[in-house]
């Protein structure tokens, strides 16, 4: 429970369950001061109702603010910072490579195939798989 998150109503106190079904009773003193900017949240640290709630993955800590307004100014976006003709070369390096795959597919025969050619010789072809289930 230690490092759960705990929305609270106006009150004096927040009660939790834990793992075993009890419940536990944690005082709001504790309680988390929203601001506009992300601000960490400590564990056990109860929150208000209607926040923006992150786990911020460089840190692993939780994370915390208001919700924007409308009249707001917008923050940059992840997409913001993508470069988009790195974007067109990296598409086109895509394409290239599923040629060449189909290239090497080429030179090779199917499965298929190869269990044909082989039921002439009396061999029996099996794949890995095919192998490991038995």
Same mark, same amino acid.
């Given at each position: 429970?230690?490092?759960?998150?705990?929305?609270?109503?106006?009150?004096?106190?927040?009660?939790?369950?834990?793992?075993?079904?009890?419940?536990?009773?944690?005082?709001?003193?504790?309680?988390?001061?929203?601001?506009?900017?992300?601000q960490?949240?400590?564990?056990?640290?109860?929150?208000? !109702?209607?926040?923006?709630v992150?786990?911020?993955?460089?840190?692993?800590?939780?994370?915390?603010?208001?919700?924007?307004?409308?009249?707001?100014?917008?923050?940059?976006?992840?997409?913001?910072?993508?470069?988009?003709?790195e974007?067109?070369?990296?598409?086109?390096?895509?394409?290239?490579?599923?040629?060449?795959?189909?290239?090497?597919?080429?030179?090779?025969?199917?499965?298929?195939?190869?269990?044909?050619?082989? !039921?002439?010789?009396?061999?029996?072809?099996?794949?890995?798989?095919?192998?490991?289930?038995?």
């Amino acid at each position: 429970y230690s490092n759960d998150l705990i929305a609270v109503e106006d009150s004096s106190e927040a009660s939790v369950s834990d793992d075993n079904g009890d419940v536990i009773t944690e005082s709001t003193a504790d309680v988390f001061i929203p601001t506009a900017e992300w601000q960490e949240v400590r564990p056990g640290q109860a929150i208000p !109702k209607g926040l923006h709630v992150r786990i911020n993955m460089e840190t692993g800590k939780k994370e915390a603010r208001l919700l924007p307004t409308e009249g707001e100014e917008r923050k940059e976006s992840p997409l913001d910072r993508i470069d988009h003709e790195e974007l067109k070369e990296a598409l086109k390096k895509i394409k290239n490579d599923i040629k060449a795959e189909e290239a090497v597919q080429a030179k090779f025969r199917s499965m298929d195939e190869l269990k044909e050619h082989m !039921k002439d010789l009396e061999v029996k072809v099996e794949t890995d798989v095919e192998v490991m289930r038995k």
